[in-house]
């Protein structure tokens, strides 16, 4: 096969045809090039094969005033060179290949930069002259041309105009499978006050007069409903503190591909740059993005909360360490429970004496009575691991002189025919509650105790062999905790029913086993004939 040669050119022979096959490549290839240009640029290119995946935006479009413009009208430059206008597209293809391999950006231009740094007015005043008539919404005053000195653009505020998002979205991430969020319209309120500012020194004035007639109602209706501020004002704020904190969130991992091809990284650039990732950066590049722009500080400068609650609102990082020095007055502004006043800190008691003790607190019944039975139920390490220590409890009890239900108890000191009275079972399940009022070193080395047990409690392992010198010698110390008779007798007769008295069923344990083991342990022969003489009992043949 003869290969292609420029040496053909200066062939005469071959001359003429080298030019006509290089003419006829040339016009072929400039005619695919000019159709491949027209096609790309129709509306049917951009809505159903480029942006596809991304059908949000392309339903936003259609449900438009701008349904009947084409992309390109405004996508691309007015009067834009042949050279220019090829190199767009060209610069197009590696979004094709994203698109293809599923890593679109979803939603569209989702940090909303385009609008914002890649439209200039003459996009939009091709068509809207500055003869047209302007017909702002019932309400609202704007001076267009005082905005225009100021270099603010029509897509500053009118981002959405084209793409009109009043529709349940569909489209899905393809990497999370999620469905993406709508952008923000920033005819809205809070994309005014991307600029506007009610605080002081603010670029623009935020005062209501300055965009709104005199005759305008400044009062939402959600803050015409009964009992606004004691019940219903303090949900709505922290639903939007919510709301912001979530959207400063989201930006923060975002990280997607915008309308221009450039890559944003949120995590590096922070939300306050968050529409500075475009392929053109201005004075309008680090203006917050309008869904942090929290909807209370539109009316209210940021101070209205502190200035009414007399403390930063929200409570800051590390309030619970610090709120109990603050003075109870300020917080029953908001946390007043059924008319309280000062004194009786029902709120704080709410939580510090309810969840936080593990107990339901119920502000109708005095509290002395409620920590009674949480402590009898949770103990009291809750309360001195979290707010008091035991000095605190001695304090208030020694003052108080309290004496508890369960202490008037007829069995709290001895239970008949029981090894421990109430009083022992309830020191063996939470011993630092007695500690509170009898004092700590329990059971032995507290004074308290060895003034009633005199002996060790529980006795020592030695204890078995003095203990009956022990009993006769200080017979009141044991009698103290063991009341009944038989307590010796179920220990020492082998066969004892546990609190009844021997004499009732030693005839039936002897006439089984026989007497020896009571005449080699304790008694003498002597001993049981005295008994039994003295009783009348004769026995059984």
Sequence with gaps: MQKISLAGFKDPKRRPRYIIWTATAAFFLAGFILFALMVTSTNWFCADICHAVQVDSVMAWERSTHANVSCVSCHMSVNMNPAEFLLKKVEALPKAYKTLTGQYAQPLNADQSVALNDFDDYLCTQCHTANRKVTPRPGLIIDHEAHTENNVRCTHCHNRIAHIQDFELVAKDPT?????????????????????????????????????????????????????????????????????????????????????????????T??????????????????????????????????????????????????LEEHGELDPATCLTCHAVAGETADEMLFCSACHHGPESNWEFDPAVDLDIQHAQTVVANGVDGCLERCHDMQFCLDC????????TSHLAADFLRKPAAEIGTHAEMYNAQPRACEVCHGGGMINDNEFCVDCHVLDVPHAQEFRQFHVKQGVEQRQACVNCHTFRELCSDCHHQGAIDGTPWVRVHDAVVAESGATGCLEKCHTERFCADCHVAQGIEATP
């Design 270 to 319: 922070g939300p306050e740059r968050a529409y500075a990732a475009s392929s053109k950066e201005n004075e309008w590049s680090d203006i917050p993005p309008a869904n942090q722009i929290n909807y209370c500080y539109t009316c209210h400068a940021q101070s209205f909360c502190s200035d009414c609650h007399g403390m930063e609102m929200p409570h800051p990082a590390g309030f």
């Design 397 to 404: 009890h020694n003052r108080v002189d309290p004496v508890p």
């Design 176 to 268: 999370t499978g999620e469905v993406g969020w709508k952008l923000d319209d920033w005819m809205e309120k809070p994309g005014c006050f991307r600029c506007h500012s009610q605080e002081e020194g603010a670029a623009a004035t935020g005062a209501c007069a300055a965009c709104h007639p005199a005759d305008f109602d400044l009062v939402p209706a959600d803050h015409k409903v009964e009992n606004f501020v004691s019940e219903v004002h303090a949900d709505l704020a922290m639903e939007e503190y919510a709301r912001v904190d979530e959207a400063k969130a989201r930006m923060e991992r975002l990280e997607k591909a915008d309308g221009g091809g450039t890559t944003i990284d949120m995590a590096s």
